[in-house]
């Protein structure tokens, strides 16, 4: 006996997924959903895997529209602008770069200065001096729906025992406003190069020396979340969210481990997926080190202003490796596993109670959750 109108209003304070699941309760609410322009954006915004950063002050039928124009230019590779810009410096492969929230950030080799450019119709380029001693910087992240750029060097310059995380603000090239430490220091050793750093939201990580350390700390306050000391060699991990986190292990077999970061215990080895092993040629491993990470699209805290952006919860996560085949054959993969595959092993281990991680052979998981695809080369870098 609900109407219709108030059933609407009280399906919108839901999501995507449990207005799908009540459009099939019953041919009226069917009707009524199918009915309501509002209800039927936010089917179509879950249905592509977007969050909508346009502004309040349209309305549905526009968003909507918005959203269909959206869709197609991505079906049909139909750009509507093309943008030129001109880098006080020339981009090379080997220096620090990134592409997130369509500002494009890059280091210029041998200095401390990053170049940032916001992909617009009439494109700036900002130059940040970081204040840093020339040649010592060595990587960097950023989200700029937080106006965040996190910037690691040395310390004492190169062969530096520790490594400094620096928050700045890109708009402006100061210290970052939320951010109550405005540098955190790391004891490294001699191995002063992070092999990843990361923003999830409000937590910072970064992955250092052989055997890897992952270290994870709250942003805005400085205090360290987890610290994951490997046992192996880890050439890469990303965020599936701010408090879980996967890494790759590139040893004879090689593994991706899921981790969840908890108040109490810090960071909990939640599920181990081993990757396929190859035809092992006598005396040789049938997996093949080397070039082995993990790419995904950047995790921001905010939707991009002005237009759509994946859903967090909808990325896709690439590993490119190299895998022994019979014959000799060492051809280049690309493995591709959906957000929800590995999210999945989280929520079964807290259902279930676990203390001991879920360790799962490849045929057990990999052929139903993951896609492979053959490609000349691994080691390249993807940027969005």
């Not at 965040?148 to 210290?175: D, H, I, K, M, W």
């Not at 220091?185 to 055997?211: F, Q």
């Not at 051809?331 to 596993?337: A, F, K, S, W």
């Amino acid at each position: 006996d609900v109407p219709p109108e108030v059933l609407c209003r009280i399906l919108l304070l839901t999501d995507g997924q449990t207005i799908l699941r009540c459009s099939a309760v019953s041919r009226q609410w069917h009707q009524t959903i199918a009915g309501c322009v509002e209800l039927q954006y936010e089917l179509q915004l879950r249905k592509a895997g977007l969050v909508c950063g346009l502004p309040r002050s349209m309305t549905t039928v526009d968003k909507l529209q918005a959203l269909a124009k959206h869709l197609r230019a991505w079906e049909k590779l139909d750009w509507t602008s093309k943008t030129v810009v001109n880098l006080p410096a020339a981009l090379d492969p080997a220096m620090q770069h990134r592409l997130v929230d369509g500002v494009f950030a890059l280091q210029e080799d041998g200095t401390e200065s990053i170049h940032t450019v916001t992909l617009e119709e009439n494109p700036r380029v900002t130059t940040h001096a970081l204040g840093l001693n020339p040649g010592t910087f060595v990587s960097l992240a950023m989200d700029p729906t937080q106006d965040l750029l996190v910037c690691a060097y040395p310390t004492l310059g190169r062969g530096s025992e520790s490594l400094t995380l620096a928050f700045r603000s890109l708009s402006v090239n100061q210290c970052h406003p939320m951010a109550r430490h405005t540098t955190i220091t790391v004891d490294t050793g001699n191995d002063y190069e992070p092999r990843a750093i990361h923003i999830a939201d409000d937590v910072v990580g970064m992955l250092y020396g052989d055997p890897g350390v992952i270290r994870v700390w709250d942003g805005r306050t400085g205090t360290l979340l987890a610290d994951a000391q490997q046992e192996t060699f880890e050439p890469d991990f990303q965020f599936l969210s701010p408090r879980v986190f996967v890494t790759i292990c590139s040893t004879d077999s090689g593994w991706l481990d899921i981790f969840m970061i908890t108040p109490s215990e810090g960071a909990v080895h939640v599920a181990r997926l081993r990757l396929p092993e190859g035809a092992r040629q006598e005396g040789e491993p049938a997996w093949i080190p080397g070039g082995v990470e993990i790419h995904s699209g950047p995790v921001c805290r905010h939707p991009i202003p002005g237009t759509f952006s994946p859903a967090n919860e909808h990325r896709i996560y690439l590993i490119p490796y190299r895998l022994a085949l019979a014959h000799g054959h060492v051809p280049h993969i690309r493995l591709m596993v959906h957000h929800r595959t590995l999210a999945g092993y989280v929520s079964q281990y807290v259902r279930e109670g676990r203390t001991e991680y879920i360790d799962l052979e490849w045929q057990n998981w990999g052929p139903r959750g993951s896609r492979m695809m053959p490609t000349r080369h691994t080691g390249l870098h993807w940027v969005w």
